[in-house]
């Protein structure tokens, strides 16, 4: 199996496995308990909060850990209106379904929701942004890294339309976290473990002092008292080594995706067009679409080759992707699209290999079809 699909979830570290190891076997202990084992298992929660926070990046924040981004962009939305009077959201037509879909419950509530559009390239319209931002406007959020399509949001010129009008800025950093610097004017910022070679089911969301939202759980106030809930030690050592080994790899890690992407292009060669834009975009992901293709038919064939058509969370739907959508394709070539990820533990010959099937199916289906 050759493993291209780096946006759904990325290989565990086997740093990351190891260093995990102890904290559900030996180490056990609940982290707050007064105990010695509790205060040893409190204090590998403190050092992996530190090594996130290094990572992060960012000034006069911290943060608190959560089951994953779903979750830290639910309370992060949520949360923030609920210590606000203003009763409107700005958010992008591109945007992951954790923003989208509570945006959409929030609606349903009373709230004002704008979905701001993008162009061809996947780029928000900054023009409706700056006639959308008003002094009703309660929080902005935005992706970082688009999960589907790889383009990297002006998130910065964005948090400074929020702050000129009062509101918060909320940065979905999942695919962008490890990958690309960080935006210097987030107020919040959700993340998630699995997507920097980390397990799943733990994320967080940094937090701007003065911009803590209200609590979604209610219980013992764990987590700075605004996310109550029993931590896991392992979940939080391995994020915390996730996050430490992103930071020490970052240059490495970036010039072997630059690298990745070159021979991948190269490898599929004429007939494939990149969807959104080829320079404003992380290149560890690679959304491309050809003309009569029919995508799911592709990734049914090639078993041997984990790709996706777009967001793991949407698989299966049978709706074209909202995404591939909003920057102007029509249902015919968003089903003609794929994407391929590929990252740290991607090799140039396993890559090159890849592509060549890939290609080779796609023509093949392409001549039986004509």
Not at 23 to 46: D, L, Q, Y
Not at 128 to 150: F, K, Q
Not at 183 to 206: E, F, N, Q, T, Y
Not at 258 to 281: I, M
């Amino acid at each position: 199996m050759i493993y291209l699909d780096y946006q759904a979830t990325t290989p565990v570290d086997p740093a990351v496995a190891l260093a995990m190891r102890p904290w559900i076997e030996e180490k056990f202990a609940n982290p707050h308990s007064p105990s010695t084992w509790g205060r040893e298992a409190a204090a590998a929660v403190e050092l992996a909060r530190d090594r996130i926070l290094t990572a992060v990046g960012l000034d006069e924040g911290r943060f608190a850990f959560t089951s994953g981004a779903t979750e830290a962009l639910n309370w992060a939305i949520r949360g923030t209106l609920e210590r606000s009077e203003r009763r409107k959201i700005v958010t992008i037509a591109t945007e992951h379904a954790a923003v989208l879909d509570t945006c959409e419950w929030l609606e349903g509530r009373g709230y004002q929701v704008v979905r701001l559009p993008v162009d061809r390239d996947g780029l928000v319209d900054l023009d409706e942004a700056t006639l959308a931002i008003d002094p009703r406007t309660a929080i902005v959020a935005a992706m970082l890294v688009n999960n589907e399509i790889g383009v990297i949001q002006p998130v910065d010129t964005l948090a400074e339309l929020a702050h000129r009008a009062g509101a918060v800025m909320l940065c979905d950093a999942v695919q962008g976290f490890g990958r690309v610097a960080l935006p210097d004017g987030a107020d919040l910022v959700a993340l998630s473990a699995h997507k920097v070679h980390g397990p799943k089911g733990i994320g967080g969301l940094w937090i701007r002092r003065g911009h803590e939202p209200r609590p979604l759980l209610h219980g013992g106030g764990q987590e700075h008292g605004l996310r109550s809930g029993t931590q896991s030690p392992m979940l939080c050592v391995g994020f915390g080594e996730a996050a430490r080994i992103a930071t020490e790899r970052a240059g490495a890690d970036h010039a072997h995706v630059e690298r990745l992407w070159q021979v991948a292009r190269t490898t599929l060669g004429e007939g494939w067009t990149v969807n959104g834009s080829v320079e404003a975009r992380y290149r560890g992901n690679l959304n491309l679409r050809r003309d009569g293709l029919d995508a799911a038919r592709l990734v049914a064939d090639l078993r041997n080759i984990a790709f996706s058509l777009g967001s793991a969370c949407a698989s299966g739907s049978g709706r074209p992707s909202h995404v591939l959508r909003a920057i102007g394709l029509a249902d015919r070539e968003a089903r003609s699209a794929i994407r391929l990820g590929f990252g740290r533990f991607t090799g140039e010959a396993e890559l090159q290999s890849a592509c060549r099937h890939i290609d080779r199916v796609a023509r093949e289906q392409q001549e039986w079809a004509a």
